[in-house]
């Protein structure tokens, strides 16, 4: 069965340094996400992203944040100077319409020291 | 906006009794809803969904969750449950037009042998 892939599987970064975490969502599908799971917290969305440009965000996906599909098959999430707080696990997710199930891959978890 | 309610944190259980894992929404549209598992050190898995037509969905591993409109619940149910089903469950909402999913808090399903 087609998967969603990520990495790293972990990332340790110095904080104000840029980090990106990348995906390669399912090759058909059309939508692609990023969300963060806090330790001990909630799964929160962060983007979605559809034909090449967002279609939603949240309050936390901030200027620091970014996203890019730089070819046909990877989807990245930039964040450009990296704060304690941005220590999550951090899932990428896709789906082929935007209401039917969404696909996730196991994780980044960052770590900001 | 959609919001979404687990009403355990922790569910222990012993090997082989049914369970029943409790799930609110709140939400001003339609809603698609589903049901994703997390094992340890994995992403989230999606067990079933509630799309539209049938109230009772049936998804992977027996578990079953029932749809009620009325009581705006979405519950998970397993019948018999095995070791392998200690996991954390979360419950998610999308509204028709929106491709973002919110989140439950999770419950963490302990089965005991």
């Known amino acids: 069965e087609p998967e969603v892939t990520q990495t790293p599987s972990h990332q340790v970064t110095q904080m104000g340094q840029e980090v990106i975490l990348r995906c390669v969502p399912i090759?058909?599908?059309?939508?692609f996400y990023w969300y963060r799971q806090i330790l001990g917290q909630k799964v929160e969305f962060l983007v979605s992203?559809?034909?090449?440009?967002?279609?939603?965000k949240s309050e936390i996906f901030d200027d620091q944040f970014s996203v890019e599909r730089p070819d046909g098959s990877n989807f990245t999430l930039k964040i450009r100077s990296t704060k304690l707080e941005d220590s999550a696990m951090y899932f990428c997710?896709?789906?082929?319409?935007?209401?039917?199930?969404?696909?996730f891959g196991d994780g980044t978890r960052l770590s900001i020291l | 906006a959609q919001s979404v309610t687990q009403l355990d944190s922790q569910v222990p259980v012993f090997e082989e009794a049914p369970v029943e894992l409790r799930c609110n929404y709140s939400?001003?549209?339609?809603?698609?809803l589903f049901w994703y598992v997390q094992y340890p050190n994995q992403g989230l898995q999606l067990l079933l969904k509630?799309?539209?037509?049938?109230?009772l969905v049936k998804g992977i591993n027996g578990f079953e969750a029932e749809f009620n409109k009325s009581q705006t619940s979405f519950h998970l149910r397993k019948p018999s449950v095995h070791i392998s089903d200690t996991a954390e469950y979360f419950c998610?909402?999308?509204?028709?037009?929106?491709?973002?999913?919110?989140f439950g808090q999770g419950t963490i399903l302990t089965v005991h042998p």
């Open positions: 997710a896709s789906s082929d319409l935007g209401n039917q199930p969404q696909h």
């Open positions: 090759s058909n599908h059309l939508y």
């Open positions: 992203f559809y034909n090449n440009e967002i279609s939603e």
């Open positions: 939400s001003s549209v339609s809603v698609y």
């Open positions: 509630y799309l539209s037509g049938s109230t």
């Open positions: 998610a909402v999308t509204g028709t037009s929106y491709g973002k999913l919110t």
